[in-house]
């Protein structure tokens, strides 16, 4: 557990870090910090190179997949978090844009088809130790598939909302959860 922990905190202290960035893509000189806009930058030490570099989040997609009045939920079987329980989700390949990296993602740790129905929330997520994400949440249905954990999932459950584990991986999973019962369950 230790050497996990350690390893942890050392993804949080790179990704504090620039995510460790150190040298210019362009020109390869090393990369200094400037105050850009009222924020702490990279920026190219060469007066010939203009870069840059913008320390921004990475996309993600998921969904909220409701079944027989019951929620979609995946174990986590990789870290950060293995063994902890969020929603079908992860982040955007490059020619994807956020609702087939939803689909995508429920296929491919569930098994599942969906049907995506609306966007539900975007979320700002900072405590991966990997990078900072901007997590895109669709509520969604399933058309076709069998439910089965697959991918970097090891478990998939449909959950009854007053059992729901206490072990969700990520504030923007138990933001979205919290906010999804508000607004659908606690109608009055």
Request: net charge negative; glycine share 4%; charged share 30%.
């Amino acid at each position: 557990m230790e050497n996990k922990l350690f390893n942890e905190t050392r993804l949080i202290e790179r990704k504090n870090n620039f995510s460790g960035y150190r040298f210019c893509p362009l020109c390869s000189h090393e990369l200094e910090k400037h105050v850009l806009d009222g924020k702490t930058r990279l920026k190219c030490s060469n007066s010939l190179c203009d870069f840059i570099y913008y320390h921004n989040p990475v996309p993600a997609a998921g969904a909220i997949v409701i079944k027989d009045s019951k929620i979609l939920l995946v174990k986590r079987a990789v870290p950060p978090r293995k063994g902890w329980w969020c929603f079908p989700a992860g982040f955007m390949e490059w020619s994807e844009n956020p609702s087939i990296t939803a689909v995508r993602e429920v296929e491919e740790e569930t098994g599942l088809k969906i049907k995506l129905e609306s966007l539900f929330e975007i979320y700002s997520g900072e405590d991966d130790p990997r990078t900072n994400a901007l997590l895109i949440l669709y509520v969604a249905s399933v058309i076709d598939g069998q439910l089965k954990a697959g991918d970097d999932a090891d478990e998939a459950i449909f959950f009854d909302f007053n059992k729901i584990p206490q072990n969700i991986a990520f504030i923007s999973h138990r933001q979205a959860l919290k906010d999804y019962q508000e607004r659908f369950l606690n109608k009055t």
